[in-house]
């Protein structure tokens, strides 16, 4: 049945092929401003800065634009505009865990993401920008399993910050809060490790957010010997976002009130 539900969602984002190149030619254009910001930080502070030099900044740069649309920190919010408008009793009266089945239709729309919007920016940064090849062949299927962790962290936050229209019909504010902080704390704009110890310590370990985005992109450019360790950590926030997420889901469903009856 879950598969079913991934082959659906793979063929339902498989349909707007003119809107995948269009937020992958998006992707492209934000790849080159932010890798020439970074490059010329790195340039002036002697070619290297926080473990990454050119090469490492470059390939960061370019999997986290590529990662974006496959993570989807800034996906669709439909479920809460189910809930809003009550449509969310038909789901429920589906013989199926509502998180569970949410997330393997977001098991499939990620899969299609990597095969388009995760390889073109990945092909565009590597004709521009020299980047670095993971010199180790286990790099590859660690990054595979940091990737699909990552799709499991967000998804599970992204369904709390939908689950808000349970108790508060309109949901923009905290989507807007999940915007800014997604964004920041992810390592989607900056590497986090810019920051200063131990500011940069404790969001990388210590905050789901950062298993979305940083963690898979240090494991991509091998920045130090602790790619097990943010595997842990990324499987750590994995279980309790998940678990929080369906807490979260049966709390409310006890709380849900259809209008009319």
């Known amino acids: 049945m879950y598969l079913a539900l991934a082959r659906a969602g793979f063929r339902r984002y498989a349909t707007y092929r003119i809107a995948t190149l269009a937020g992958a030619s998006t992707n492209i254009t934000f790849g080159f401003l932010r890798c020439y910001a970074l490059l010329a930080v790195a340039t002036a502070t002697g070619g290297s800065i926080s473990g990454y030099d050119r090469p490492r900044l470059a390939t ?34 589906r013989p199926v865990d509502p998180v569970w089945h949410l997330l ?3 098991f499939g729309r990620a899969g299609f993401q990597v095969l388009t919007r995760f390889t073109l920016p990945l092909v565009a940064g590597a004709l521009v920008f020299d980047l670095y090849a993971p010199r180790h062949l286990v790099t590859y299927p660690l ?24 108790w508060m019909l309109d ?20 590497p986090l490790w810019l920051l200063p110890e131990p500011l940069a310590t404790l969001l990388v370990y210590g905050t789901p957010i950062a298993s ?24 750590g926030w ?16 006890r709380k849900l009130v259809v209008q009319g009856g």
């Open 212 to 235: 979305m985005i940083q963690a898979p992109m240090d494991i991509l450019v091998e920045r130090a010997d602790h790619a097990y360790v943010l595997l842990a950590v990324q499987a």
């Open 171 to 190: 949901v923009r504010g905290p989507q807007v809060l999940w915007a800014l902080l997604s964004g920041l704390l992810s390592g989607l704009y900056f």
């Open 143 to 166: 990054f595979a399993v940091s990737m699909v962790l990552a799709v499991v962290v967000c998804f599970a936050c992204r369904h709390l910050v939908q689950c808000a229209a349970y």
């Open 60 to 93: 960061f740069v370019w999997g986290s634009q590529g990662a974006l649309a496959v993570i989807a920190i800034w996906g669709t919010y439909e479920q809460a505009e189910r809930i809003r408008t009550g449509d969310v009793v038909v789901d429920l009266q």
């Open 104 to 106: 393997a239709v977001d």
């Open 238 to 253: 994995a279980v309790a976002m998940v678990a929080t997420a369906r807490g979260v889901q049966r709390r409310a469903e």
